[in-house]
């Protein structure tokens, strides 16, 4: 069961209680007038019904009455899009992945994505996850790619959050708690309101997010917990009418305990035995152990134990480092001491910690009808991941996997104006990314290696004559790069009839790479690959 509940304050109080019914996106019209809807997917208003691309716009009624919380639910809005909290073989809410049509890519890195988040247009590196929905006033769902407005990374399509814009004459709140009988519970709320009246204005936002693990590991602890808390802040300043300064700044932090997953090995489940084979070096032929039909749910499953239990650890076993020789050093030192990109939360627990940091700045002025844009933001996201590497209750082995992004992009445009035949714009960006991350078995890894008679499932702590050692994998950063972008791109309109428009896109785009290799004191070197770009895009609307 979901309660929710609304608080509204302005000049009166009212309180709702709505319901968790799914929500229409707003493309739907009442019984007597179809209702308008303006959207900005090409950098300009447009009416939804008229642009010619497929979009589908949520609003913030949508959000509300819909119990829309994130992506999640987002995506259950907007046909052809997906959205997935765990991204590549990382379990939780560490990598996130956006979906478009069935596009996928098969490694996770920002560089190589097919579809991307942009917040009030600023792109989001790895952005998917936590994001406070209370100061939206409408998020678009934009299928097909999008390289002439949007730019790299969104031949999928792009998710565009639009922040809502504080009052200027009065001021309100709002305050939205909604709560579950399964320990979920999410709280948010906003204030905003004029600080000098119709010229300068600013919003204050918070969410409070936090649910227990659905599930009991043989050790105690429970599998799934998650907390999010959230703050954001938007300034408008409007000194003329021509002059309009917008700017925002949101910091979000991630708490979260081990993820709610676990192995089904296929050696000890296998239901396909004597449909597949591998073939080895030499020839060899030998029978492959899948699952084929239904996976065997919590009960029904076998684990390498041979108990009816799906298990995990959900603690780090501080006699582990006395077996590795650490002497009297703990976890929590073990982790502090080694080598972390900087600004990475150190760890001694397993779990999650996700801290980030957004900024934006977008200045528009008008003069005779024409509009120049400036847009820039900053983006500052470090995490750590610490898991049990096997997802078995045996203490076989745990991993590291600290992350770090860091992006800076501008963007300036010049549009014509909007309401003749021809109509165009021109632009030019430049965008600037660092991403710091192993995701090939962790920075630091340590573990039981071999058992007695090579069964390397057996409990290592609890079997003699074991083979045991220390292998960290550090510095090992397959999947982290150095990004440089500079695009130039531009649209023409035409109005052959009333009913008839012929539309003209492009960008020219040169990209700098710097992919994997070992990290160092001045950045990525030993073993990387440097690459370089340089495409033009087009794309013609009838």
Request: aromatic share 10%; hydrophobic share 35%; glycine share 12%.
């Amino acid at each position: 069961m979901t309660r929710n509940t609304r608080l509204t304050l302005s000049s009166a109080v009212a309180l709702v209680i709505a319901s968790a019914l799914p929500a229409t996106p707003t493309l739907a019209q009442d019984s007597a007038t179809l209702e308008e809807v303006i959207v900005t997917a090409r950098k300009r208003e447009e009416n939804l019904q008229e642009i010619p691309i497929a979009i589908t716009a949520v609003s913030a009624a949508d959000i509300l009455e819909g119990d829309v919380t994130g992506l999640e639910d987002i995506a259950a809005l907007a046909p052809g899009f997906y959205f997935f909290n765990q991204g590549g073989s990382q379990p939780g809410r560490y990598n996130t992945q956006l979906r478009f049509r069935g596009l996928n890519q098969a490694q996770f890195s920002p560089s190589f994505e097919t579809g991307a988040l942009f917040v009030d247009g600023v792109y989001v590196l790895n952005g998917g996850t936590s994001l406070s929905l209370m100061d939206i006033e409408r998020v678009e769902v934009i299928k097909g790619p999008q390289a002439a407005y949007f730019g790299r990374n969104t031949f999928g399509g792009a998710v565009n959050f639009i922040t809502r814009d504080p009052s200027m004459d009065e001021f309100s709140g709002e305050l939205s708690v909604s709560g579950t009988d399964r320990s979920r519970f999410d709280v948010s709320g906003i204030v905003e309101g004029p600080i000098i009246q119709d010229k300068l204005a600013g919003s204050l936002s918070f969410r409070m997010y936090d649910k227990e693990g659905q599930f009991t590991a043989s050790d105690g602890g429970t599998l799934g917990d998650e907390e999010t808390w959230a703050l954001n802040g938007k300034l408008v300043w409007q000194p003329t009418d021509a002059l309009t300064v917008k700017l925002r700044a949101a910091y979000t932090e991630d708490d979260d305990g081990p993820p709610a997953q676990a192995y089904i090995a296929g050696r000890t489940n296998d239901s396909c035995a004597g449909k597949t084979i591998q073939v080895k070096a030499g020839g060899t032929a030998n029978p492959y152990n899948f699952i084929c039909g239904q996976v065997p749910s919590v009960g029904q499953a076998v684990p390498v134990t041979g108990s009816k239990i799906i298990d995990g650890n959900t603690q780090l076993p501080t006699n582990l480092l006395n077996l590795f020789g650490f002497g009297p050093l703990n976890i929590q030192e073990a982790y502090a001491n080694q080598d972390l990109p900087s600004g990475v939360p150190s760890m001694g627990r397993l779990g999650l910690l996700r801290e980030t940091l957004r900024l934006s700045a977008h200045i528009t002025y008008e003069i005779n009808d024409y509009s120049i844009d400036f847009v820039a933001g900053h983006n500052d996201q470090k995490a750590n991941f610490v898991r049990d590497f096997d997802l078995s209750g045996f203490s076989n082995g745990y991993s590291s996997d600290p992350q770090s992004l860091d992006d800076t992009s501008f963007e300036l445009r010049l549009t014509s104006p909007q309401d003749g035949r021809l109509r165009w714009s021109l632009g030019v960006n430049h965008y600037e990314q660092e991403f710091t991350s192993s995701l090939a078995g962790g920075n630091f890894f340590f573990g039981c290696f071999g058992a007695e008679g090579g069964n390397t499932n057996s409990p290592c702590l609890n079997v003699g004559g074991l083979t045991v050692g220390l292998g960290p994998f550090a510095n090992s950063w397959a999947q982290s790069d150095e990004t440089e972008v500079l695009g130039v791109f531009g649209s023409v309109d035409f109005d052959i009839t009333d009913r008839l428009t012929v539309t003209l896109e492009g960008r020219q785009q040169n990209d700098s790479l710097t992919k994997g290799g070992v990290i160092s004191e001045e950045g990525l070197l030993n073993g990387s690959t440097e690459l370089e770009f340089k495409e033009f895009l087009p794309r013609a609307i009838v």
